[in-house]
């Protein structure tokens, strides 16, 4: 069993910044690819970005340049730096990882979500 949990959202104004961070926790032999996905109110969810063990990335083209993806492969933990936040960024925003929990027993989980609210 695998658990996620995130932290870091909130409300903040156009143009601003927040941090949100994932830890993972339990069985874990390795962490894999873990990455940042949203859902914003009657859209489907979609990938935000996502970073390999090595530290290659890839972000969604409405976010480059202004999200910065990273991990601490030690804790367990991804971070999504989000710069010059705008209100199509409001949106419940959810960890994923996957990896292994043995050698040959794979996992793929997701936390329970922390909102971001853009808005003056």
């Known amino acids: 069993q695998v658990q996620l949990v995130e932290s870091g959202g909130g409300l903040v104004q156009p143009g601003g910044s927040l941090r949100l961070s994932c830890a993972a926790s339990?069985?874990?032999?390795?962490?894999?690819?873990m990455g940042w996905y949203r859902q914003a109110p009657g859209k489907q969810r979609e990938l935000v970005a996502t970073?390999?063990?090595?530290?290659?990335?890839n972000y969604a083209d409405s976010v480059k340049g202004r999200f910065t993806i990273s991990r601490d492969n030690a804790k367990n933990t991804v971070y999504l730096q989000m710069n010059s936040l705008q209100p199509d960024d409001t949106a419940v925003y959810y960890c994923?990882?996957?990896?292994?929990?043995?050698?040959?027993?794979?996992?793929?989980?997701w936390g329970q979500g922390t909102q971001v609210t853009v808005s003056s």
């Open positions: 339990g069985s874990i032999r390795r962490t894999n690819s």
């Open positions: 994923n990882a996957d990896g292994l929990t043995g050698v040959y027993d794979v996992f793929n989980s």
């Open positions: 970073v390999t063990r090595g530290g290659n990335t």
